[in-house]
């Protein structure tokens, strides 16, 4: 069993950044795929970042350019750096995992963590 822990969600400033975190329990983080979604008021969940348990990423084409994934297997920790933030970023952001990437990729990934409000001001 897995559980996902976010953080480092908060108040920002249209253009700031933040650094979000998620740390998974038990001994096979580096065998997961990971990946960060995110849910806005009224909207659907949607998929911001993926990546493999080799360290490849992928990235919605509205976050590219502006966040970057990464993991660090020994702190069993995957990051979100989110930069030039926007008000569409503002949502609560979760963070999914699975030993497949397209179970993760689809949103199916088995464990998911309570996610973290991230609010952009004007």
């Known amino acids: 069993q897995v559980q996902l822990v976010e953080s480092g969600g908060g108040l920002v400033q249209f253009g700031g950044s933040l650094r979000l975190s998620c740390t998974a329990s038990?001994?096979?983080?580096?065998?997961?795929?990971m990946g960060w979604y995110r849910q806005a008021p009224g909207k659907q969940r949607e998929l911001v970042a993926v990546i493999t348990s080799g360290g490849n990423t992928s990235y919605v084409a509205s976050v590219r350019g502006r966040f970057t994934i990464s993991r660090d297997n020994a702190k069993n920790t995957v990051y979100l750096q989110m930069n030039s933030l926007k008000a569409e970023d503002m949502a609560v952001y979760y963070c999914?995992?699975?030993?497949?990437?397209?179970?993760?990729?689809?949103?199916?990934?088995?464990?998911w963590g309570q996610g973290t409000q991230v609010t952009v001001s004007s």
């Open positions: 038990g001994s096979t983080f580096s065998s997961l795929a």
């Open positions: 999914n995992a699975d030993r497949f990437l397209l179970a993760v990729a689809a949103g199916a990934g088995t464990y």
